[in-house]
């Protein structure tokens, strides 16, 4: 156990001897960790993320680098998306807050000895949201990507049709002819591998209003 309050790794300590898992050594900070898991040798860190020398997520990451590392179970007051995330690409195995009830805790530090992992519903929502936006952020991005390949008119065109109007209205809005608006999507969809307008809406539509112009 890690954790600078001497009250909190005492009540943890009861909780953990009462189910039947011992605790084999304690640390008061978090650069007391590696020296601690290589005199001990345990299964699982539960860790304090906030103390005073060392925070929870740099020991984490320090224990990482060790050749045989034990897991890690990240527990904290401050459930913050940004801790979670922080402790999880630190290497954490397993979040959860401290006003965890006794038998979720249990559970949490046996699913983490047995390679499981462990999350609360809160870190478990914030890690999905988190892996939902950089699969956004992604998609933007090689949408963006794809669009840098046509000439500016022609992304001017396919703003048009992303934005529902008709070859009418575009070649209204642009200063060019029905034919020209026609041959410039022609030439998009050419460009681009697409098979329609609707494809090529939903390409502009990803790389967002910046690309669209």
Not at 24 to 43: C, F, K, L, M, R
Not at 60 to 75: K, S
Not at 179 to 191: F, P, S, Y
Request: hydrophobic content about 45%.
């Amino acid at each position: 156990m890690v954790d600078d309050d001497p009250m909190v790794r005492l009540l943890l300590g009861r909780i953990l001897a009462t189910a039947g898992i011992e605790v084999v050594g304690e640390a008061t900070d978090g650069d007391e960790v590696v020296q601690a898991v290589q005199a001990h040798h345990p299964d699982v860190v539960l860790m304090d993320l906030t103390m005073r020398r060392m925070g929870g997520v740099a020991a984490t990451a320090a224990l990482r680098a060790l050749p045989h590392p034990p897991g890690v179970l990240a527990l904290t007051a401050f459930d913050t998306p940004a801790l979670i995330l922080e402790a999880v690409h630190a290497g954490a195995d397993g979040f959860l807050a401290k006003d965890t009830g006794p038998d979720e805790l249990v559970d949490a530090v046996r699913h983490v000895a047995a390679g499981e992992g462990a999350l609360s519903a809160r870190a478990a929502r914030i890690l999905v949201e988190h892996v939902q936006a950089d699969r956004s952020a992604r998609e933007q991005r090689e949408a963006s990507e794809r669009l840098a390949a046509l000439t500016d008119k022609e992304r001017e065109i396919a703003a048009g049709v992303a934005a529902g109007l008709t070859n009418a209205d575009i070649a209204a809005r642009s200063y060019v002819s029905e034919a020209t608006v026609k041959t410039h999507i022609g030439r998009a969809l050419t460009k681009l591998g697409l098979a329609n307008r609707t494809q090529l809406a939903l390409v502009v539509d990803r790389a967002g209003p910046r690309d669209g112009g």
